[in-house]
């Protein structure tokens, strides 16, 4: 039982100095990249920084572009349709037949 006690707290005490090796890595590697931030976000062609918010394609959003009209909308989105039409009419192997 005393070795068991002693072998956990060994396992125990290597893992808290990983942790604190990890942390100091994280923390080298945050400082020295701190200086690209802004100069990478200047670079950034896409503001939207949250994922799965959406895109702004035919809105009134970017002011070099003007938005789509309702008509140009649906005339867009009929379009894409035939693309999904076309792609059901396409037999795709599955994965598992290959």
Same mark, same amino acid.
């Given at each position: 039982?005393?070795?068991?006690?002693?072998?956990?707290?060994?396992?125990?005490?290597?893992?808290?100095?990983?942790?604190? +090796?990890?942390?100091? #890595? /994280?923390?080298?590697?945050?400082?020295?990249? +701190?200086?690209?931030?802004?100069?990478?976000?200047? @670079?950034?062609?896409?503001?939207? @920084?949250?994922? /799965?918010?959406?895109?702004?394609?035919?809105?009134?959003?970017? +002011?070099?572009?003007?938005?789509?009209?309702?008509?140009?909308?649906?005339?867009?989105?009929?379009? #894409?349709?035939?693309?999904?039409? +076309?792609?059901? #009419?396409? /037999?795709?192997?599955?994965?598992?037949?290959?």
């Amino acid at each position: 039982m005393h070795i068991e006690n002693e072998s956990s707290i060994i396992f125990s005490k290597k893992a808290q100095s990983r942790r604190r +090796a990890r942390r100091s #890595l /994280d923390d080298e590697v945050n400082k020295t990249l +701190a200086n690209l931030k802004s100069p990478l976000l200047e @670079l950034n062609k896409c503001p939207d @920084l949250i994922v /799965d918010r959406g895109h702004y394609f035919g809105t009134s959003y970017f +002011a070099e572009e003007p938005p789509l009209s309702d008509d140009d909308k649906r005339a867009l989105m009929n379009f #894409l349709s035939l693309f999904n039409e +076309a792609i059901s #009419l396409v /037999d795709i192997p599955s994965c598992s037949s290959l």
